[in-house]
């Protein structure tokens, strides 16, 4: 399937109404988002049942803005309507075929369970196991 360019009108209910959805932040001044796109467009071809979705963040300064995105290219990935991974920067096609695969195998139950572990201040605090 073919990349879809997203709005601030429709990214919400494509995030949410689908199961994975990567998004790549780009504009067309930036010479690694232009490098990035036929990585992004290839990958959208070889995994059609995954949203590969663009945001040009020149034309939607708003929902760039909205995201906080402060550098291009970022990439999103979305699983469930829960975004589960964001950077900066381009990745080469292992590390977005690796991306995928992660994402996909995410026990969503414990993601959402950690989710509100945090939103209810319940999570325990993290043990530094390399230090007594």
Same mark, same amino acid.
């Given at each position: 399937m073919a990349t879809k360019n997203l709005t601030y009108d429709d990214f919400e209910s494509v995030v949410t109404g689908n199961? &994975? &959805?990567l998004v790549d932040f780009w $504009?067309?001044?930036c010479g690694p988002c232009r490098a990035f796109g036929p990585v992004?467009? =290839?990958s959208a071809l070889a995994h059609p049942e995954v949203v590969h979705a663009k945001v040009d963040? =020149?034309?939607e300064r708003d929902l760039a803005e909205t995201l906080q995105i402060r550098s291009i290219p970022t990439v999103m990935a979305f699983r469930d309507g829960v975004l589960v991974y964001r =950077?900066?920067?381009a990745l080469p096609?292992? $590390?977005l075929e690796?991306?995928?695969t992660r994402v996909r195998q995410l026990d969503m139950v414990e993601v959402r369970a950690k989710i509100a572990a945090r939103k209810s201040g319940t999570e325990p605090e993290r043990v530094d196991v390399h230090h007594k």
């Open positions: 199961g &994975v &959805v $504009a067309s001044w992004f467009e =290839q963040t =020149q034309a =950077q900066a920067g096609p292992a $590390a690796d991306l995928i």
